[in-house]
């Protein structure tokens, strides 16, 4: 069985801690949850509101993904993180559901949780898989 390799993707937001922005095995790529922080810019303020956190943490996904050689139809399953689950649920869908075809949208868990890096009010992680 090969060993993982591991990705840090030119152009992608510098990690807030200690990973990489992909680990790939067998062809699964599985990409460390985004943060809403712009690539470039560590240091600029989080978009307001969970729409826009949710576009901007979406954004870095695809440039981890592009930089990979896929794209958001090669995902199979997201798990996206939220801290404020009743008020930002529905929102938080419309946003993430805009970026994927009719039809065709990833398995995904949804969880709330107490506090996210960065203060961040949402996190999104993906699986992936090569054709």
Known sequence: MPLPSFHMIDGAPRPVATFSHAAEIDGW???????PTWPGEPDRPLPDGIDAQTRRVMDNLVI???????????????RVYI????RDYAPMNAAYQSYF???KLPART???VTGLAVGALVEIDLLARRP
């Open 29 to 35: 790529v599985f990409l460390t949850g985004q943060m």
């Open 64 to 78: 981890v993904l592009e930089g990979m050689g896929l794209s958001l139809k090669n995902v199979v399953q997201a």
């Open 83 to 86: 801290t404020h689950f009743e």
């Open 101 to 103: 075809e009719e039809g």
């Open 110 to 112: 949804c969880i709330g």
